[in-house]
T-cell receptor
Framework: KQEVTQIPAALSVPEGENLVLNCSFT??????LQWFRQDPGKGLTSLLL?????REQTSGRLNASLDKSSGRSTLYIAASQPGDSATYLC????????????FGKGTKLTVNP | GAGVSQTPSNKVTEKGKYVELRCDPI?????LYWYRQSLGQGPEFLIY????????DSGLPNDRFFAVRPEGSVSTLKIQRTERGDSAVYLC???????????????FGPGTRLTVL
């Protein structure tokens, strides 16, 4: 059974700092790994999707990496801004017939002006 | 529509009542998913449709929960005899070859917040 863990649970940084959010998964048989952003009381916004054959994906100030062999993914945010404050969730899409995402509990990021 | 939509946005009901939650996926997406998110937790899978059929319903917690997608587009999640423990945000997502992104990238709606008193 796939389990996804995100560390830290919460992170507070000053504006302008570069930061890394961590995601680990127990079963390396995945199709892809997806990073989401969730604002309070809102749904999930897809940020980046890394297919199992890829090592990383970039979008603007965001860069996500995937290391299947070690069961780890990281989300790097460059030059953080107060508007980046949100909860960031990672989710793994497993192989084996079902297309369900297995989510971590998220990292709550606060960027202080 | 441009994205996944869900109605209602909020639903308050009494213990024992029946509720229906609706999801409109991105037009042309063949796959539709329901998840449930409790406070402070990540979403948990409930059921997945490919077209009109439920391809995986292993996440439904018990037989009070049922979902349909009769025409392969809109889906309805139905909860009978609601319990206080059913209170959560119910999220819907869709994926497919249209609407941008990778084939198996899931796009989520804003959710329905269900409160059972």
């Amino acid at each position: 059974k796939q389990e996804v863990t995100q560390i830290p649970a919460a992170l507070s940084v000053p504006e302008g700092e570069n930061l890394v959010l961590n995601c680990s998964f127990t079963d390396s048989a995945i199709y892809n790994l997806q990073w989401f952003r969730q604002d309070p009381g809102k749904g999930l916004t897809s940020l980046l999707l890394i297919q199992s054959s890829q090592r990383e994906q970039t979008s603007g100030r965001l860069n996500a990496s995937l290391d299947k062999s070690s069961g780890r993914s990281t989300l790097y945010i460059a030059a953080s801004q107060p508007g980046d404050s949100a909860t960031y969730l990672c989710a793994a899409l497993g192989k084996g017939g079902s297309e369900k995402l297995v989510f971590g509990k998220g990292t709550k990021l606060t960027v202080n002006p | 529509g441009a994205g996944v939509s869900q109605t209602p946005s909020n639903k308050v009901t009494e213990k024992g009542k029946y509720v229906e939650l609706r999801c409109d996926p991105i037009s042309g997406h063949t796959a539709l998913y329901w998840y449930r998110q409790s406070l402070g937790q990540g979403p948990e899978f409930l059921i997945y449709f490919q077209g009109t059929g439920a391809a995986d319903d292993s996440g439904l917690p018990n037989d009070r929960f049922f979902a349909v997608r009769p025409e392969g587009s809109v889906s309805t999640l139905k909860i009978q005899r609601t319990e206080r423990g059913d209170s959560a945000v119910y999220l819907c997502a869709s994926s497919g070859r249209v609407g941008g992104g990778s084939y198996n990238e899931q796009f989520f709606g804003p959710g329905t917040r269900l409160t059972v008193l």
